[in-house]
């Protein structure tokens, strides 16, 4: 089983910044498992965001973020996160995290999914 609690997540000014984290509670070690970040907005589905390999080595970004948002994991800490600067109004939505052993990065299917926070960028 593995459990994700996703924190962090406010309200922020277009063109700031906001730091997402996530804990987990894994089964197996927590570095076996490719960890991700999905979003979802009102109205829309949930869609991939950002991906950390095992290792950290990997990364993995949605065109709409990359060279604004960053992921990175701490392994000793079992945790992940998402840095994101620059933010956008489009960028509001619910964040999720995700956690899949066998698929990098991970997708909509993946089965250990957080609750999510949420992310309101306005002025």
């Known amino acids: 089983q593995v459990q994700l609690v996703e924190s962090g997540g406010g309200l922020v000014q277009p063109g700031g910044s906001l730091t997402l984290s996530c804990a987990a509670s894994?089964?197996?070690?927590?570095?076996?498992?490719?960890m991700g970040w999905f979003r979802q907005s009102p109205g829309k589905g949930r869609e991939f965001v950002a991906a950390?390999?095992?290792?950290?080595?990997?990364?993995t970004y949605a065109d709409a973020v990359r060279g604004r948002f960053t992921a990175s994991r701490d392994n000793a800490k079992n945790m992940i996160f998402l840095n994101l600067n620059d933010v956008r109004s489009e960028d509001t939505a619910v964040y999720y995290c995700a956690a899949d052993r066998n698929t990098y990065p991970p997708k909509l299917t993946t089965e250990y999914w957080g609750q999510g926070t949420q992310v309101t960028v306005s002025t």
């Open positions: 894994t089964q197996y070690p927590f570095s076996s498992y490719n």
């Open positions: 950390v390999s095992r290792t950290g080595a990997g990364k």
